[in-house]
């Protein structure tokens, strides 16, 4: 049974900074392309940053988080992560992660981020 559990959302004020955790298992982690999306309340799910299976582990940010956000993985833990820094309140939204590989994809259940003062 694959199962992807994120972690680490909550209430943060503008300008802090949180660290999602997406434990994965069920799969052979290694080989799948991850990737961060989110959707905030009547929008579009959208991607967020994705790194990909490698062994260079090479990173794609959308525009409004370049700079801001670090998208790592750790094979040995099955893992990855999102570091969230100098947040802003149009960051709010459900944070997923994703895997794939090929034409299989699965999500996780997704985790609040709630930006505010």
């Known amino acids: 049974q694959v199962q992807l559990v994120e972690s680490g959302g909550g209430l943060v004020q503008p300008g802090g900074s949180l660290r999602l955790s997406c434990a994965a298992s069920?799969?052979?982690?290694?080989?799948?392309?991850m990737a961060w999306y989110r959707q905030a309340p009547g929008k579009q799910r959208e991607l967020v940053a994705a790194i990909t299976s490698n062994v260079i582990g090479s990173t794609n940010y959308d525009d409004s988080v370049k700079g801001r956000f670090t998208i790592s993985r750790d094979n040995a833990k099955n893992t990855v992560y999102l570091q969230m820094n100098s947040l802003k309140p149009e960051d709010t939204a459900v944070y997923y992660c994703?895997?794939?590989?090929?034409?299989?994809?699965?999500w996780g259940q997704g985790t609040q981020v709630t930006v505010s003062s």
């Open positions: 069920g799969i052979a982690f290694s080989r799948y392309f």
């Open positions: 994703k895997a794939s590989s090929g034409p299989l994809y699965y």
